[in-house]
């Protein structure tokens, strides 16, 4: 098999800081958490950004660049950021940081949906910040918009314009569709990097047959043009991680997708998870890829052509 990926989401715009106190919200918190990830052998760094104060997901420019900088300057691992943010911001805000820092490598979200959140709430019964429980409530009537127009522009101006290649968060097996589409348009070259999304309530269901239909169904559209990686929401993280490492793919970790790090215990940093994975995967046989080999696989343009 060829050599593994591990991708660490460090902090994203699903969790709230009340649901774990070990989440990163500051520039100096995602810092250390990045730094921490790359270390335990994360090759990319997926990255969201949060307001200080609120600790609300943030598309600020402002906040991107109190850690984007500081994490290049002390890793070479691979700056991903995120075109995705949080379903509540519109586009122009969530292209801001990505038109700013023209990245090496962005997200890319294949489909609008329903994106359900509100199941969490029941759950939590102390809120750190008046925010939470009110956004958290009214996800019953949340739909994360990418519309192939949305999709199309991102591919223009991150993708064509500024040389960013991306990891295409397929939600569905409809979401393979769209990237077929793209793929047919031009707008999309290979290698593709597609990153399997389960257990998002309004996406596919975190079943060990999902992951093998999604599979089945990227082989007849792609061939061997693709790469895939399985990020798993929750508790279904780490089993369904490895069911996609065992099969050739690749794997994604981080506090943006669980909080835990085993049953009933909170991850106190997104090393944990990364080092974890990476047992387990080097367990199985695979060996990790470091974030050169990762450039190369991926067809990266480099981090000296990047503005951050």
Not at 42 to 63: I, K, M, W, Y
Not at 175 to 186: A, I, P, S, T
Request: net charge negative.
């Amino acid at each position: 098999m060829s050599k593994i990926l591990i991708t660490c989401a460090i902090t994203g715009s699903i969790h709230t800081p009340s649901m774990s106190p070990y989440l990163p919200v500051t520039a100096d918190e995602i810092t250390e958490h990045a730094l921490g990830a790359a270390e335990a052998g994360a090759a990319v760094l997926h990255l969201h950004a949060r307001d200080p104060e609120t600790g609300q997901p943030s598309a600020s420019s402002e906040h991107f660049k109190a850690f984007l900088p500081r994490i290049k300057q002390a890793s070479d691992a691979v700056l991903n950021i995120s075109t995705g943010g949080s379903a509540v911001m519109t586009l122009e805000d969530r292209l801001a940081a990505p038109k700013m820092a023209e990245p090496e490598m962005c997200s890319l979200n294949m489909g609008t949906m329903n994106f359900a959140l509100y199941p969490a709430a029941e759950r939590i019964t102390e809120w750190k910040h008046d925010w939470e429980k009110p956004f958290l409530e009214n996800s019953d009537d949340l739909v994360f918009k990418n519309t192939p127009r949305d999709m199309a522009r991102i591919l223009t101006e991150i993708g064509q314009e500024r040389g960013a290649r991306f990891e295409f968060e397929c939600y569905d097996v409809s979401h393979l569709y769209m990237l077929k589409h793209f793929v047919d348009r031009g707008l999309v070259k290979a290698p593709l990097f597609i990153q399997f999304v389960f257990g998002v309530l309004g996406g596919i269901g975190p079943d060990p047959e999902n992951l093998t239909h999604m599979k089945l169904i990227a082989d007849k559209l792609f061939g061997d043009s693709y790469m895939f990686s399985v990020l798993a929401a929750g508790r279904h993280q780490m089993p369904l991680i490895t069911m996609g490492a065992a099969m050739g793919g690749h794997v994604r970790v981080g506090l943006e997708d669980s909080l835990m790090i085993s049953r009933g215990q909170l991850a106190k940093t997104n090393a944990e998870q990364v080092t974890k994975i990476r047992r387990i995967v080097e367990d199985l046989g695979r060996e990790v890829a470091s974030p050169d080999e990762a450039r190369q696989m991926l067809a990266l343009k480099g981090a000296d052509r990047t503005a951050i």
